[in-house]
């Protein structure tokens, strides 16, 4: 386990990558499916607390095994081993999530015990993966030391929070405080993610793969919002209602697809090796956009299906805010990691953030959801149209100025 090589040709995620990602999956639904029941409980503030927190809690996770998987994956026998135990934490963890987003809405404890076992199984597989390290790659000795240092000491903060009889000021308190470690936690143990064999291509892809586990919970949410309106038991019984959230949903879903793979992040990545760092927890927000899209729909069918006491507006909003969030910082990282402003971009996002504005004005003034939400579907397609049409040729005008200022140096 002496590193991988960066520049390896050919390099792509491995089938046991891809089996991890499946228990991600079950993590990503069931905090979706959690915060979409309380949204429609009118439970909104202890909602977003819960699912921002499951949210970083799975990406955090999920990131912190796939940097290190592409820096010294050997696939050996005893690194499979290691990696399933992971897959068997991340179980756990995900058995865990009910008990922490009622625990929240109850606003008495956070309830992390289940949560936190978990993460102590993922954890403690990831400081024997770092410890193969430091045995076997002096050139990364000192890495591995210092990632088995802090990883274990923000794990021992998590045990004391999930386990010890706090008072809830002291939890939230606590609970701040290790986030903050968690997201600093690279730069402390390497300097950043430069500080292994990372390879740019392998972690686009890895990334480009969990953007597209959490574009699922938006087909989830789909079918989850209208098979309930179907009604009969040939489920046959289509009305306008049924149709938009179809559309709106599978539309939606299709044109966030196509907004993400738009940016080439792993030739981005190629030549600013250095932003490694800003795209790993950039995404961050991202997914949690997407993945509160695909709750947004479940919602828009529950209220369709009068199972909720929530207003229209806030129904729409409940989607268009997580779809927005996730577009902007589409843009966000585009921006910061060619360190390049773009005027048509600026035009692009302000004609999205526009028109997902229009939705919730059409709602405030009573135009029927089925409306509100094929106008919110729209939202994706400015940037389709406009990547399409004349995005590309500025991208690759950006991306020739960075290939070349790299030659010059």
Known sequence: MVGRDPTERGRAASPLELLLDLTFVVAVGTASSQFAEMLAENHIGPAIIAFVLAMFAIVVAWLSFSWFASAFDTDDW??????????????????????????????????????????????????????????????????????????????????????????IGAVVVGVLALGLLELWLPKLAQGGAGGTPWHPHHMAERYGLFAIIALGEGVVGTVASSSGLLGGVDGMHWSVD??????????????????????????????????????????????IGIAGAGAGLHVAGLYLEHHTNLDELTV?????????????????????????????H????????????????????????????????????????????????????????????????
């Open 316 to 344: 729409v909003l409940a989607l268009a805010v997580p779809v927005g969030l996730y577009l902007s910082m589409v843009y966000l990282l585009h921006t910061l990691l060619l360190s390049a402003v773009d005027r048509f």
């Open 346 to 409: 600026l035009l692009l996002i302000g004609l999205t953030l526009g028109v997902l504005v229009l939705a919730g004005v059409l709602s405030a003034v009573g135009a029927d959801i089925a409306v509100c939400l094929m106008v919110v579907m729209l939202a994706p397609y400015v940037t389709v149209v406009g990547f399409e049409t004349v995005g590309h040729r500025h991208q690759r005008q950006m991306l020739a100025d960075h290939r070349l200022g790299n030659g010059r140096k």
């Open 78 to 167: 005893l690194y499979r081993v290691l990696t399933m135990l992971q897959m068997v934490g991340v179980v756990v963890f995900a058995l865990g999530l009910p008990a922490m987003f009622h625990s929240v809405a109850e606003g008495h404890r956070l309830e992390l015990r289940l949560m936190v076992i978990g993460y102590v199984v993922m954890r403690a597989a990831m400081v024997l993966q770092w410890g193969r390290v430091a045995r076997q790659s002096p050139s990364f000795h000192g890495v591995a030391i210092a990632n088995i240092r802090w990883i274990s000491i923000v794990q021992i903060g998590w045990v004391i929070i999930g386990f010890a009889p706090l008072p």
């Open 242 to 287: 049924t149709a938009a959230v179809v559309v709106a949903g599978v539309g939606l879903t299709f044109g966030m697809w196509w907004v993400y793979f738009a940016t080439p992040f792993g030739e981005i990545l190629t030549y600013r090796r250095d932003r490694g760092y800003l795209f790993g927890y950039g995404h961050l927000p991202l997914f």
